[in-house]
């Protein structure tokens, strides 16, 4: 380690102790008994020591809590938080130069020249510098020194002493009032009190070297390349520094340097040509400036912004945004300004141009069409978010827009060619977006009324047709006992209204207008005639369940002749059922039986029940009376139920037709002609009379 630190200047042989001549309290730690700094810790350094460790423990045990994490994005938060600290002294006009230096052995070494953090007693720790207390108490930044401080955001004032905590070895050099000072720590530890270490003429600034802790990273190591970009970035945002570069020849590698200065002058214009290269651009000229931010009609300025924007013919567009050239990915109060700016001052163009179809212009068409770079810089910016990196200083807003929207009117009556071609694109991208929109908004109309499921059907909640299968029932108080009686994850119930029409004898202008009909297809899913689709049946059986009397057969039957006619591949696929449901139910005791007609039930009455004993026989008027468990029981469950599968005549094609013909159809005369013929076979019930 001492190795690693050969290059800081080695301390003189008596160490001052700190406090600008105004001499500390007389303590162990007075020159002439202060303890060598390389054994400090060893020798118990001082109460205080223990301290400052429990000030710093919460960062060592919980890292997360303060650099979100201990992999490669939180080490390099050290890093950021160091150097924000270095480029907050020079936006606030106090340092020029700011030196990066990646160092063998994972050390970072990072040097301004500005005031030098202040070295004086701390007002509230009179035993303690100011520069101790940053580097080993969570203070909240806020006032230092009698002044507010502005923070960098990230860690928000807390930076050093966390960067401290974090790092096996942290040296922090001050030069500041003609005087070096030094004081060095490990893991948070002070090794000694801050020492002056020599007089300098014109020296000035911070200057601090640390190697993040392998304790809490474990292997982990700064990536040259990730912190060449940040200092660029940073370069790039304050055109007002120049930042020096330096790192290991070992690490230096692929678009990284040895060394680089980096000082741009054209500030965000810069970047943003560098990063666009050769894209296609809407317009050749960028529209780039700075403005000072004003505290209100005639006040002082409170910040400054900066900008560029580049016009896109196509591709990415992006807004990149800052603050005291902190990145706020997550936009915020700056951002809304600088959009609000542009839409308006757009807006403002159309109507000097009598162009009506700008006020549909959107911010998104507008951003859509735009790369940028927005930098604020403000006193005390306040951040939010998860990861604080949205900047919520309210009066960002309007200080920003205000700037801007002054100088875009400006940049727009001074280039009319090029302020009427964005008109027409961003206008042009707004009527694509509507396009779209009503595009849209048709097909999923369409999707939905390909998907519209009949009010009444009362659907079941699996979708696979395998697992599920549909009742279609005479009526709605049918309907209500079945919807009791069924599984509701796999049985779905479609009430429908009476007699159905009969597909035999309709035209089929009528069978295409009948409404009862159509329902009955929208619910299977499937279709009907040519565009029957089995793939798109939304039930695997297809089960009607009319009441046990000649009303009920009829409908069965009109359904049946329906499906005959228009879905035969729901009946070739085996699909359709009939249910079974009973006309009695027989009770006596603790037993029930239930009979389908009353040759059953006589047959029932004799077999099933000791001679004699009173059978309590109850008639089901309908299904709609039938309580929901004797309906589930006897009709509707899976497990005890009796389904007929409806078949067409298997060898004889024309049979099926015949009788569907002679039934259902058209000719009267065929209808009287099969009851002649089969009157002998029919019995009382089946005629029902
Ligand atoms: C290499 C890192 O930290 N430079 C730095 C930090 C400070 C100052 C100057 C500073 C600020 C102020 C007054 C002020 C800090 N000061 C404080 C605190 N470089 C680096 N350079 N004098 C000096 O803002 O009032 C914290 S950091 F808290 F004292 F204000």
């Known amino acids: 380690m001492n190795d690693l630190f050969s290059r800081m200047p080695t301390p003189p042989a008596k160490p001052v102790p700190a406090g600008r001549g105004s001499a500390r309290p007389a303590s162990a730690r007075s020159a002439a008994t202060a303890p060598d700094p390389v054994h400090a810790a060893e020798q118990g350094y001082s109460a205080r020591d223990i301290e400052v460790l429990e000030g710093l423990e919460p960062v060592r045990r919980r890292p997360g809590m303060y650099i979100g994490g201990t992999d490669e994005a939180a080490l390099h938060h050290l890093a950021a938080e160091i150097i924000d600290n270095a480029m907050d002294e020079a936006v606030a006009g106090h340092a020029t130069t700011i030196d990066v230096a990646l160092e063998a052995g994972n050390l970072l070494s990072v040097r301004d020249n500005g005031r030098g953090i202040p070295v004086d007693p701390h007002p509230k720790f009179k035993d303690r510098s100011a520069l101790e207390v940053i580097f080993t108490t969570l203070h909240s930044g806020g006032k230092f020194s009698g002044k507010a401080y502005a923070t960098s955001g990230g860690l928000h004032g807390v930076g050093s002493s966390v960067v401290n905590a974090l790092s096996s070895r942290l040296d922090v050099e001050v030069a500041r009032d003609r005087a070096v000072w030094r004081q060095s720590y490990e893991r948070g530890r002070p090794l000694g009190p801050l020492e ?56 230096a590698r692929g678009d990284v340097p040895e060394r680089a200065v980096l000082h741009f002058p054209g500030g965000l214009a810069d970047s943003l040509r560098d990063e666009l290269g050769s894209a296609p651009a809407l317009l050749s000229e960028l529209w780039s400036g700075e403005a000072d931010l004003p505290a209100g009609p005639g006040g002082a300025a409170t910040g400054r912004v900066e900008w560029a924007v580049a016009w896109l013919e196509a591709g990415e567009a992006s807004l990149a945004s800052f603050c005291n050239t902190i990145p706020t990915p997550q936009g915020g109060t700056h951002e809304a300004g600088f959009r609000n700016a542009l839409l308006k001052g757009l807006r403002g163009w159309g109507e000097q141009r009598a162009n009506k179809r700008t006020a549909q212009v959107t911010p998104e068409d507008l951003l859509g069409a735009v790369a940028a770079k927005l930098s604020a810089f403000i006193r005390e910016p306040q951040f939010q978010g998860q990861t604080k990196e949205r900047l919520t200083n309210v009066e960002a807003t309007r200080l920003v827009e205000t700037a801007l929207r002054d100088r875009f009117d400006h940049w727009l009556a001074g280039h009319p060619a090029q302020a009427d071609a964005l008109l027409a694109a961003i206008i042009e991208r707004a009527e694509d977006r509507l396009r779209r929109r009503e595009q849209k908004d048709t097909s999923r109309k369409t999707a939905t009324n390909r998907l519209r499921l009949p009010g009444k059907l009362v659907d079941c909640s699996r979708t696979r047709a395998a697992e599920t299968e549909i009742f279609l029932v005479e009526g709605d108080s049918a309907g209500g006992s079945a919807k009791q009686a069924r599984n509701r994850e796999t049985q779905a119930i479609l009430p429908l209204r009476g007699k159905i029409l009969n597909v035999a004898s309709a035209s089929a202008e009528k069978l295409r207008g009948n409404q009862e009909l159509r329902d009955l297809v929208e619910a299977l899913g499937c279709g009907q005639g040519a565009r029957y689709d089995a793939a798109r049946l939304r039930y695997g059986r297809v089960i009607i369940m009319t009441d046990a009397d000649v009303d009920g057969a009829h409908i069965a039957s009109l359904l049946m002749t329906f499906f005959y006619r228009e879905l035969p591949g729901l009946i070739a696929g085996g699909h359709l059922h009939l249910a079974q449901p009973p006309l009695f139910r027989l009770t006596h005791g603790a037993k029930t039986v239930y009979a389908m007609d009353d040759r059953d039930r006589a047959r029932k009455l004799k077999s099933a029940f000791k001679a004699g004993a009173k059978v309590e026989v109850s008639r089901f008027k309908g299904l709609g009376e039938m309580p929901p468990v004797d309906l589930k029981r006897t009709t509707m469950d899976p497990a005890q139920r009796t389904l007929l599968r409806v078949v067409t005549a298997p060898e004889d094609h024309t049979a099926t ?26 019995s009382d019930e089946m005629l029902d009379v």
């Open 196 to 251: 002056k270490v020599g007089p300098t003429q014109n020296r000035r600034g911070t200057w601090l070297r640390f190697v993040p802790d392998a304790e809490i990273f474990g292997p982990l190591a700064f990536s040259a390349q990730r912190l060449y970009r940040l200092c660029r970035s940073k370069a790039f945002l304050f055109r007002g520094v120049t930042l020096r570069w330096e790192c290991d020849p070992s690490l």
């Open 657 to 682: 037709e015949d009788r569907v013909e002679s039934l259902m159809g058209r000719r009267p005369e065929l209808r009287f002609q099969f009851i002649q013929d089969n009157a002998r076979t029919a």
